[in-house]
């Protein structure tokens, strides 16, 4: 089992919708969450981060954390064509290491 | 506040031989760490500094190593190179090891090894 796993493959929004990003990870001992967005030809940029169990909302972002379930999702209301990249997950594991899934791309289609 | 900065941003190798990158973290960040990024294994996690002493380790082999200065800045070493270590390398910083999953990326040194 990878240690955080983005499934899905490209997904494709019309503006102004609603694009749901999920993450698994394995390690139940993982405390931090974060989500970090990396355009084509750029490095990656932190974009949220959570800690708890439950909801957090950044403007147009909102994390889910369920550690139960041990997945961790992304919203991004009112999708715009800015929004298009590819969305890492992250997650700090029980050793203190970082690691990422391999990321989703999000086209955002006006 | 300058963003953090990694030299050369572009470097061609043959195999066998030896690269050194470098990184300038973010002002008053202490905490510096290395990534590999390619397109079919994502972003790999090589190592973290922290006040000039390696704090946890990737599953890289010891052809890579890396070490981290006084005034925070980071260099790493890779030696004998072999084409699979052809990738984009990312040094990134954070203000200490508590928030070390919050990282500012510099814009990486993308090697190529022929």
């Known amino acids: 089992q990878k240690e955080v796993e983005q499934n899905s493959g490209p997904l494709s929004v019309p503006e102004g919708a609603i694009a749901s990003l999920n993450c698994t990870y394995s390690?139940?001992?993982?405390?931090?969450f974060f989500w970090y967005r990396q355009y084509s030809g750029k490095s990656p940029e932190l974009i949220m981060f959570?800690?708890?169990?439950g909801d957090k909302e950044d403007g147009r972002f909102t994390a889910q954390l369920n550690k139960a379930s041990q997945y961790v999702s992304l919203l991004i209301r009112d999708s715009q064509p800015s929004d298009s990249a590819t969305y890492l997950c992250?997650?700090?594991?029980?050793?203190?290491?970082?690691?990422f899934g391999k990321g989703n791309q999000v086209v955002v289609i006006p | 506040k300058a963003g953090v900065t990694q030299t050369p941003r572009y470097l061609i190798k043959t195999r066998g031989q030896q690269v050194t990158l470098s990184c300038s973290p973010i002002?008053?960040?202490?905490?510096v760490s290395w990534y590999q990024q390619t397109p079919g294994q994502g972003l790999q996690f090589l190592f973290e500094?922290?006040?000039?002493?390696?704090?946890n380790k990737g599953n890289f082999p010891g052809r890579f190593s890396g070490r981290q200065f006084s005034n925070s800045r980071s260099e790493m070493n890779v030696s004998t190179l072999e084409l699979g270590d052809s990738a984009l390398y990312l040094c990134?910083?954070?203000?200490?090891?508590?928030?070390?999953?919050?990282?500012?990326f510099g814009e990486g040194s993308r090697l190529t090894v022929l």
């Open positions: 992250a997650v700090k594991r029980g050793n203190n290491r970082l690691a």
């Open positions: 390690d139940r001992g993982s405390q931090s």
């Open positions: 002002s008053g960040h202490r905490s």
């Open positions: 959570i800690y708890s169990n």
């Open positions: 990134a910083s954070s203000p200490d090891l508590s928030r070390g999953g919050e990282l500012f």
């Open positions: 500094y922290f006040s000039e002493t390696q704090r």
